[in-house]
């Protein structure tokens, strides 16, 4: 099955061709990386993929796209704003039940910022907004992600330990790394752009570092 299909796609600004056209498929139980230099048209392949895939695949967007006003809490819980009633949702803002703070304290101890789930977002470091994001997707509970460069702030182990929750909660996903070992580590597969077109497309155990970095 496939969980992200892109057909011929492609993308212009000011009149000016910035990706494509391009086909892409990522079946189901697929992890695929997607690697290139600053430029070559990668977020905006994400943006496209999600735009005609989503909204039931799970986005972590280059911005992140979190609401600094709210808690820590409420901005995970927005992962699942669309799969409760608005009365549910009304109560939430003001009093959240049990079983949510639960499984949103959860999903932040496995990240290490259980101690900011009522926070305000605002007050949070920008490695730590990240891992926000990271908890609002996995909270939506979706079996495909597509994200952009999602731990490009976070230092070695701890991007080690995230990818490795990302492996555990997504059968499938499509994710910008700017870190080749990374994506070799943990992905099946390595998609590189260049110049907005795929310059690479192969399984990750037939790739070694040296086969990936003339893309950058
Ligand atoms: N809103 C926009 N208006 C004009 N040009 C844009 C816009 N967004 C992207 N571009 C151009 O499209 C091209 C691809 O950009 P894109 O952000 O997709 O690259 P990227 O590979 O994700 O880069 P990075 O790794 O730096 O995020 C670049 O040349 C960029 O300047």
């Known amino acids: 099955m496939t969980v992200i299909a892109l057909n011929e796609l492609s993308a212009s600004f000011n009149g000016r061709r910035v990706l494509g056209p391009l086909s892409l498929e990522v079946n189901a139980g697929e992890r695929v990386a997607l690697v290139g230099k600053s430029g070559?048209?990668?977020s905006t392949l994400l943006k496209l993929?999600?735009?005609?895939?989503?909204?039931?695949?799970a986005l972590v967007p280059q911005d992140l796209g979190l609401v600094p006003a709210l808690s820590v809490f409420h901005n995970?819980?927005?992962?699942?704003?669309n799969q409760r009633s608005s009365w549910y949702n009304a109560l939430t803002l003001l009093r959240p039940f049990s079983k949510d703070r639960q499984a949103v304290g959860t999903i932040l101890?496995?990240?290490?910022i259980a101690d900011k789930q009522w926070s305000p977002l605002a007050?949070?470091?920008?490695?730590?907004?990240q891992r926000v994001a990271i908890a609002r997707a996995i909270y939506q509970g979706a079996g495909t992600l597509i994200a952009d460069e999602p731990v490009s702030a976070l230092d070695g182990p701890l991007a080690d330990k995230v990818m490795a929750l990302l492996n555990e909660h997504f059968n499938s996903y499509l994710i910008a790394l700017h870190d080749v070992d990374l994506a070799l580590r943990y992905c099946d597969r390595i998609v590189g752009v260049a110049d907005g077109m795929i310059a690479l497309d192969e399984p990750s155990s037939r790739?070694?570092?040296?086969d990936i970095l003339p893309l950058y």
């Open 207 to 210: 790739l070694s570092k040296a």
């Open 109 to 112: 101890k496995r990240l290490s």
């Open 49 to 57: 993929a999600w735009e005609h895939c989503g909204p039931e695949i």
């Open 40 to 42: 070559a048209g990668k």
């Open 123 to 129: 007050s949070l470091s920008g490695g730590q907004r």
């Open 76 to 81: 995970v819980y927005m992962g699942r704003v």
